[in-house]
C-alpha cells in the first residue's frame, strides 16, 4: 500500500482538469454558436423572421 492519497490526488487534479479544459471547449463553442446567430440575425434579420413565421409557427 502507498501512502494515503498519492496516486488517487493526482488522478483527481488530472480528472478536475480534464473537465474543466472540456467545459472551457464547450463554454467556447457557445460563444462562437452565439456570435454566428447574432451575425446572421443581423445581416438577415427578415428571412430570420419569415423562417420563424412559416416554419416553426412560433408567431
Known amino acids: 500500500m502507498g501512502s ?4 488517487k490526488g493526482k488522478d483527481l487534479k488530472t480528472m478536475a482538469e ?5 467545459e472551457k471547449r ?4 457557445a ?9 446572421l440575425s443581423m445581416a438577415f ?3 430570420i423572421y419569415h423562417f420563424f413565421k412559416k416554419t416553426l409557427f412560433i408567431f
Do not use: K, M, N, T
Request: net charge negative.
Open 4 to 7: 494515503i492519497g498519492s496516486p
Open 45 to 47: 434579420p427578415q428571412e
Open 31 to 39: 460563444i462562437i454558436i452565439s456570435l454566428i446567430v447574432l451575425l
Open 18 to 22: 480534464d473537465v474543466f479544459s472540456s
Open 26 to 29: 464547450e463554454d467556447i463553442w
